[in-house]
Each structure stands twice: as structure tokens, then as C-alpha cells.
């Protein structure tokens, strides 16, 4: 049983089931100027996704897509890593009372998990692993009474808390000495909105006004319509200033969950605050039922932590070894294509070498530019005839000297 009071725009206080937040977000508005400036031959111009802009970007070599290859492999393994641990194998805390059984909210994956650990200082526990959903165990009923003597303040209120399965029953009897309103709240988010001031009626599932006629208490009763928190609240609103006992009684027929086919089972002690819950031979997913047998503090909480304990071998073959393979495969294929055609195809006529020799068909070209044409033509030069083909003896001396 979980036992608090709290004041209409005051807060509450006391006990309870795990409280509620949340964050508060202001709307901000961005506007964004996009500039778009794109040149021939240049590394921004992209063929392909945003997705894929630092592995498909033209004019990039292949060790930068190398390099972009393998950051991004590091940046997802870091991100799904971080996620499957704090979210999906999260450690969970369960805040539960006495005489509560009650199922582990969030499964665990048998795929990460070899198993669970259940935990809990303040509190002893049977701890149950179910292979696939429990179920209600219709023929049997715990039976719960207890009493209740207190004095409610004006504009205030207190309240009981139980975790309930479907089909059981709330029956309560009450005295006041004047009038008080009774009403029931199913889960935490409407509770929280209770205790907030943010509504009364609205979040109940049942709302009576408490009064007695010739000291005759009232009696109502409730079946409790889903498996949840409940909480049963006397509330002080009325115009008098001045606070009204209350005599009340409770009585609880709860149903149970049937965990005689259970795969595995375990049981903390005041030496022993930890037990084991191993994940073996399941065809589903696994579901853990928790049932409190006791508690340091009757009208407290007992928080129980459930926690995974690790497949470390799976966490390196997801988060290592395969994100390796594929990186050493995509690594090849980018040597293989793109290193190929930067070393076939130049980009540029630069060199960094200070003098190089011409290309062999240039050279061809100046050395039939520089020799003598063959034949006569545009451009060639004609030889003189020799004398022999002149048909006559060369000239003497006298004669080539003569006037």
C-alpha cells in the first residue's frame, strides 16, 4: 500500500508511486537561406543523396572517401550501441507496495540479455520468468482488508495506492464526519495531473461524495476494468474551514497472475538482496512477474531494479565485427574504382617537374618540320642541278676568271 496527502495547489506529499515529469519546449523558428554555387570539375559537385555527398562528390580522391567511409561506420556504431544500451536493454526501477504482483513494464531482448538481475535493499521478492505474456489466474483471489483513521485538512486531501490486474475489486466503507469526496484514479499520468490541480472528476474512473446518514457508513465498490496503479483518494473541498475525520475500511479481492508454468524462479533475502533470472530454451519473448512479500515500510514504496546482463559476445559481433567486414569491403571496391580513374584520367597539364620532355608525337613533328622536304611542293626547297646532268664539262680557270 502506498500512502501520501497532498493540498489543492499545494503539491503533494508522502509516498507514491513513481512520480511524473517532462521537459518544456519553446518553439523557435529558423529560416534558412540557402545559397547554391556549383562549378565544373569541383569536389561540391555531387551526384547522389546528401546522404552520400562525401563518398560520391566528384574530383575527390580515394582516400577521402576512404576516410568519409569510415567515419561514418564509426559514427552509426557509436549511435545504435549507445541506444540499444540506455534504451532498449535500460535498467529498469519498479516502484511497487506490499502484496503487489505486477509484470516488468519493458521486455527485455533475449537476443542482448543471457539473462536479468532483480534487486531490491528495502524489500523481499519472488521474482518469475515467464516465456510469452502471463495471464490472470481467474480461480484464485488475495484478499486484502485493513483500516484507516485520520483527520483530513480543509482544501486537502490523502490518498491509498495499489497496482491491481484486471477483474479484481475495490470495495470501500466510510464514515466521515461531514462530507468528503471520494474518488479513484487509474495510472500515473492522470494522478500526476491530480495532484497538479489540473483536474478532479475528469481523471477518475469513479467519483462518489462520502457522507453518513445516522452514523451508518456508505459503502461503493469498483472492478478494476485494466491492470494499472490505482489510487483511492479522500478529498476536503467543501466551504467549511476546518478539518473531518475519517473512519474508513478497505477491501481488496485482487486477481493474480498464473505463474505455474514458469521457466525460471528466484528469490531475494535481507542477505541476499540480488537474484538471477537466466534467459534459457525461450521460443518468445520473455516476461518477468514480480510479487512482493514484504517491506521495510508498510505504507512505502518497495523500488525493485531489473537489469540486463550482457551477451558480450553478440555486442562485438554487431558492433565490431561485422561493421569491419563491411568497411574493409567498401573500402575495396572505392581502391578499385576510383583509384583507377585518377591515375588514368589527369586532371590537370601542371607537373611539379621543373622541365619534361616532349610528347614522341611532337617530337616526330619537329624533326619532319626540320629535315628537307622529299619532292617539290608548297613550301620545299629545290636543290641545283649538278653538272653532270647538265650535259657539259665544268669551266677552267682561265676561262671562269675570264672577262
Known amino acids: ?65 576512404i576516410c568519409t567511409l569510415w567515419t561514418w561506420i564509426v559514427a552509426i556504431i557509436l549511435i545504435t550501441s549507445l541506444i540499444t544500451v540506455f534504451h532498449v536493454n535500460k535498467t529498469q526501477k519498479i516502484e511497487a507496495t506490499v ?47 485493513f483500516q484507516k483513521k485520520t483527520q483530513i485538512k480543509y482544501n486537502s486531501y490523502e490518498y491509498w495506492g495499489f497496482y491491481l490486474l484486471a477483474n479484481s475489486r475495490i470495495e470501500i466503507s466510510a464514515c466521515p464526519d461531514s462530507s468528503l469526496d471520494f474518488v479513484i484514479i487509474k495510472g500515473e499520468k492522470d494522478f500526476s495531473k491530480f495532484k497538479k490541480d489540473e483536474c478532479f472528476y475528469s481523471c477518475s474512473v469513479f467519483s462518489k461524495t462520502f457522507y453518513c446518514y445516522s452514523n451508518k457508513p456508505r459503502v461503493y465498490q469498483y472492478t478494476v476494468k485494466a491492470d494499472d496503479e490505482y489510487y483511492l483518494i479522500f478529498a476536503n473541498r467543501y466551504i467549511m474551514p476546518f478539518p473531518t475525520g475519517l473512519a474508513v475500511n478497505f477491501t481488496l479481492d485482487k486477481r493474480l497472475y498464473d505463474v505455474s508454468n514458469h ?35 508498510l505504507e512505502g514504496d518497495a523500488e525493485i531494479e531489473v537489469a540486463c546482463i550482457s551477451r558480450k559476445w553478440v555486442y562485438v559481433m554487431i558492433f565490431f565485427l561485422v561493421p569491419t567486414v563491411l568497411g574493409l569491403l567498401g573500402t575495396m571496391l572505392i581502391v578499385k574504382k576510383y583509384r583507377k580513374k585518377s591515375t588514368n584520367t589527369p586532371t590537370s597539364t601542371r607537373s611539379n617537374a621543373p622541365f619534361n620532355a616532349l610528347p614522341s608525337v611532337l617530337e616526330e613533328e619537329r624533326q619532319q618540320a626540320s629535315a628537307p622536304a622529299a619532292g617539290p611542293g608548297y613550301g620545299s626547297v629545290t636543290p641545283p642541278p649538278k653538272y653532270e646532268e647538265s650535259g657539259g664539262a665544268p669551266p677552267s680557270y682561265e676561262e671562269a676568271t675570264r672577262k
Request: hydrophobic content about 25%.
Open 1 to 65: 500500500m502506498v500512502h501520501g496527502t497532498g493540498s489543492f495547489g499545494g503539491g503533494g506529499g508522502g509516498g507514491g508511486f513513481s512520480g511524473g515529469g517532462g521537459f518544456s519546449f519553446s518553439a523557435t523558428t529558423y529560416h534558412t537561406h540557402h545559397y547554391h554555387s556549383r562549378r565544373s570539375g569541383e569536389a561540391g559537385d555531387c551526384d547522389c543523396s546528401w546522404i552520400c555527398v562525401c563518398l560520391c562528390c566528384r574530383g575527390q580522391s580515394f582516400q577521402v572517401r
Open 99 to 145: 502484496t503487489d504482483m505486477r509484470k516488468v513494464p519493458k521486455t527485455f531482448s533475449e537476443t542482448f540479455c543471457d539473462g536479468v538481475t532483480v534487486t531490491s535493499h528495502k524489500s523481499t521478492f519472488n521474482a518469475y520468468l515467464m516465456d510469452g505474456e502471463p495471464s490472470n489466474y481467474l480461480g484464485k483471489l488475495q484478499h486484502i482488508t
Open 263 to 297: 521457466v525460471e524462479e528466484c528469490a531475494n533475502s535481507e542477505t541476499s538482496p540480488t537474484c538471477t533470472l537466466n534467459f534459457h530454451s525461450l521460443h518468445s519473448h520473455p516476461s518477468i512477474v514480480l510479487n512482493v512479500t514484504s517491506s521495510s515500510d
